[in-house]
């Protein structure tokens, strides 16, 4: 929470100078430092407080009260102890996380029910769904043991990109004991060569906590490139 602290207070203040909001005096710039020098940090520090909102997910907040806060504050700090942020923005992201997960829940649950009635989509008993889009050479993982090599586009149920090997420029490799349920028991279903879409609900993936929220359901488009089946009794046990 201590990022929160610092990034209100600060830009906070460069919001409600924008707004006209009455503000504390300040030192006065040095004369070098140009009114397109103060206009680009002050910017700067506008996109620094959105990409804190964006990555706490906070969702839709009020824009007055953060100016009207970041205003008192620098009026005079000595009326804020150093609980007064924290014991708030808990007791909202608390509540928030609670809702979020139960609307994605549902969401998630409703998805999955419509996609189930697609043609080549397989359920199966734990709940994940499963289709394979190109079948590869026949040779499947046969254990959690296996090391895969993959490449990979994972995303939320409306499409969002939150992970992707593609992007990252570089395939990557890892044993099936390693990874979320519904990779471990998705990737045996593929073999080597092929492209498989997993559809896995939030049980079965990130649980309360998702990439991009709590209880959420995921879909991750997967080339498996090449398998290396473990050696010995031990590497395959569950």
Same mark, same amino acid.
């Given at each position: /929470?201590?990022?929160i602290?610092?990034?209100?207070?600060?830009?906070c203040a460069s919001l409600?100078?924008?707004?006209c909001v009455s503000m504390p005096s300040f030192d006065k710039q040095p004369a070098s430092i140009t009114k397109a020098d103060v206009d680009s940090a002050s910017y700067a520090l506008g996109v620094y407080f959105g990409q804190m909102i964006k990555m706490n997910n906070l969702g839709d907040l009020n824009i007055n009260e953060i100016m009207k806060g970041c205003n008192a504050y620098l009026k005079d700090?000595?009326?804020?102890?150093s609980n007064f942020i924290n014991e708030r923005m808990n007791t909202f992201m %608390?509540?928030?996380?609670?809702?979020?997960?139960?609307?994605?829940?549902?969401?998630?649950?409703?998805?999955?029910?419509?996609?189930?009635?697609?043609?080549?989509?397989?359920?199966?008993?734990?709940g994940l769904q499963y289709k394979v889009v190109r079948p590869g050479?026949?040779? *499947?993982?046969?254990?959690?043991?296996?090391?895969v090599t993959v490449n990979y586009e994972g995303t939320s149920i409306d499409g969002e990109v939150f992970d992707s090997s593609y992007e990252a420029g570089q395939a990557v490799s890892f044993t099936l004991d390693k990874?979320?349920?519904?990779?471990?028991? %998705?990737?045996?279903?593929?073999?080597? %060569?092929?492209?498989? /879409?997993?559809?896995?609900?939030?049980e079965l993936a990130y649980g309360e906590s998702?990439? /991009? %929220?709590?209880?959420?359901?995921?879909? *991750?488009?997967?080339?498996?490139i090449s398998i290396q089946h473990a050696k010995n009794a031990e590497e395959i046990a569950e």
């Open positions: /929470m201590k990022s602290k610092l990034l209100s207070a600060v830009a409600a100078l924008a707004s700090d000595s009326q804020f102890d %608390g509540k928030r996380n609670v809702a979020v997960g139960e609307t994605n829940l549902k969401e998630g649950e409703a998805f999955l029910a419509e996609n189930a009635k697609k043609e080549g989509v397989v359920s199966t008993e734990s050479n026949g040779n *499947f993982p046969t254990s959690v043991g296996d090391e990874v979320i349920p519904g990779w471990k028991e %998705g990737i045996l279903n593929i073999d080597e %060569g092929g492209e498989i /879409m997993l559809y896995i609900p939030s998702g990439p /991009m %929220g709590p209880n959420q359901t995921l879909i *991750f488009k997967v080339e498996l």
